[in-house]
């Protein structure tokens, strides 16, 4: 199955973020954003796993989440992959979060199961430009938008089934939760 690995804002983070980006989300054709109950900080993406590394991994996930404290984040302004994705910044305990992505991913490695090696880069995928698109308006509208602090601390294994989910959307169903920091 499909599957990632992510933390998650709680819901009044999320729904700021649904508030700031209301207008944009009527607005544009071209963009497909996605829905604000499955906006999450995806740590890796592990792709198709099978059972028996999911099962490995889900032992490697729970190790590496007790061994990390949660951290305290915030959500502002917004930024862009190229034409493609639109995304909102993540503040705060970024180093942390960056200590807990490579730990998802070297346990991912470990039960051989192949992760990007491209650094992490913290941020929250807002919405998915359906060809090239100019992204730059999105970005300075959002500009000033300045999420409240909120504690990442729960690490959560994802399946995402494609098109599944509303509107031809990815269906997310957290299949394991950890508290950080607690073994
Ligand atoms: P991102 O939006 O933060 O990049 C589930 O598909 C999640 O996995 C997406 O939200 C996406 O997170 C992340 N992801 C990373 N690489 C991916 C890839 N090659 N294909 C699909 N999803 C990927």
Known sequence: MRLFV???PPPDAIDELRSATAAL?????QLRWSAPEQWHLTLAFLGEVD???RQDVVERLGRAAARHGPCTLSLAGAGRFGQRVLWTRVHGDVDRLRRLA???RAAARRSRIAVEDRPYRPHLTLARARGDA???PAVAALSGFAGREWTADELHLVHSRL???PDGRAHHELLRS???GRS
């Open 51 to 53: 059972d028996r590394a």
């Open 25 to 29: 989300r009527t607005g544009s054709e």
């Open 134 to 136: 100019d992204l730059r």
């Open 6 to 8: 992510a933390v998650t």
């Open 163 to 165: 098109g599944a989910g």
């Open 178 to 180: 950890w508290s950080l």
């Open 102 to 104: 490579a730990s998802v």
